[in-house]
């Protein structure tokens, strides 16, 4: 399955697909990594594995458009969402015409957003965790094809339930990626059905 990563910073998901790719573990392929921000280290970290990386500036009025051109032009068969900064409007969900995927440092519903790690451990909560989703037109919202829970514990700080967190990010994120490479995915309203392996 042929994979269009949209990344705007560091991008150890990103690296987590790439490695699961390349090492032969999940019948997928980056195809395309495309950022909006110029120095991300996602592109980087692209490159260094011979995948093609573009930046496109933000600022141009045809952004979504452009995103949509080179996804199109790569053949991107589902696109992944892998620290994106950006909403994507709803002509860009109708026009992509693939499933989006995101992934996000919560057990969704709870802590849509930004610096949802940092909010549960102020919450109180005592599982924390991380969901792979389907893109809809709200924020973090989408049907659910992965979870993670992680604990959380009495002396964590935000940067150390994000690096658990992370962990299981980078395990779920290939993982969820397999499912669609398989078919296996049936979506019925909010609810993603993950169908057993074909024997
Ligand atoms: C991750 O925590 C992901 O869940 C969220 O943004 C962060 C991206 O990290 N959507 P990275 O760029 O993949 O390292």
Redesign the pocket.
Known sequence: MRLGVL?S??????QSLIDACQGGRIDAEVVIVLSDVADAP?LLRARRRGIPALFIDPREENFEGRLLEALSEARAELICL??FVRVLSPSFLKGAGVPIL????SLLPAFRGLRAQQRALEYGVKVAG?TVHLVDEKVDHGPIVIQAPVPVFEDDTPESL?ER??RE?HRIYPEAVQFFAEGRVRVEGRRAQILPRRP
């Open positions: 990344a910073g560091r991008g150890t998901n990103l996602a892998a620290g995101n992934i996000h440092p991380c994000a967190i992370l990010e």
